[in-house]
């Protein structure tokens, strides 16, 4: 079990949990396609959890490396950016629109998504193995996500339209490579 706690093991501790994080987001992923949309949401919150902890664990027990920044960029890529977008395709564009507004809501689901492609292979190029900056430039994709998951509830609850969705979704996408501070938790 000393893999467990080798930086050098892509099986360490820290990889497993954000191993965990894909394992949440494959599977929300697979609720959104059967329109479970409450499963899915509580296994992408699960995911963040795990993304929380791969961090701190990987800092606490120094097991962080080039496998571990790459794998976990994935992860959030999986849990923070094609989960949400994907759920408010599903839940909200796909049933509130057709036809132009529907082609324009994909284009924004794309520009989210390349944006949050580009947020962390930014990041990645840039991020040292173990180090941790006091603050972000640009909202990070964690966050980003969380915003889109927020967007979605008032869309649930509030009932506004889906063409503010849209609005938000780009917003939230420009938001990811902007100049914004974002302080690091």
């Known amino acids: ?3 467990l706690f080798l930086p050098s093991s892509h099986f360490n501790l820290a990889n497993l949990i954000t191993m965990a994080n894909i394992t949440a987001g494959l599977m929300a992923t697979y609720f959104i396609t059967q329109n479970n949309f409450f499963l899915a949401i509580i296994l992408a919150w699960i995911g963040g959890a795990f993304d929380i902890f791969d961090g701190k664990v990987a800092r606490k027990y120094k097991l962080s490396n080039e496998f ?3 794998l ?3 992860a959030d ?3 923070f950016v094609l989960v949400p977008v994907f759920l408010i395709f599903q839940a909200v564009y796909s049933v509130s629109l057709e036809g132009l507004p529907l082609v324009l809501a994909a284009i924004a689901s794309i520009y989210y998504v390349i944006s949050g492609l580009r947020r962390l292979i930014h990041f990645n190029i840039h991020a040292d193995a173990g180090e941790v900056d006091k603050y972000f430039t640009g909202v990070p994709t964690p966050m980003g996500g ?3 998951w927020v967007t979605y509830l008032v869309f649930l609850h509030a009932v506004p339209s889906a063409y503010l969705t849209i609005a938000l979704m780009v ?3 420009w938001l990811l490579n902007s100049q914004v501070k974002v302080r690091h938790l």
Request: cysteine-free; overall charge negative.
């Open 1 to 3: 079990m000393n893999f």
């Open 68 to 70: 571990g920044i790459q």
């Open 72 to 74: 976990d960029s994935f």
């Open 77 to 79: 890529f999986l849990s």
């Open 146 to 148: 969380i915003l889109l």
């Open 171 to 173: 917003l939230i996408g």
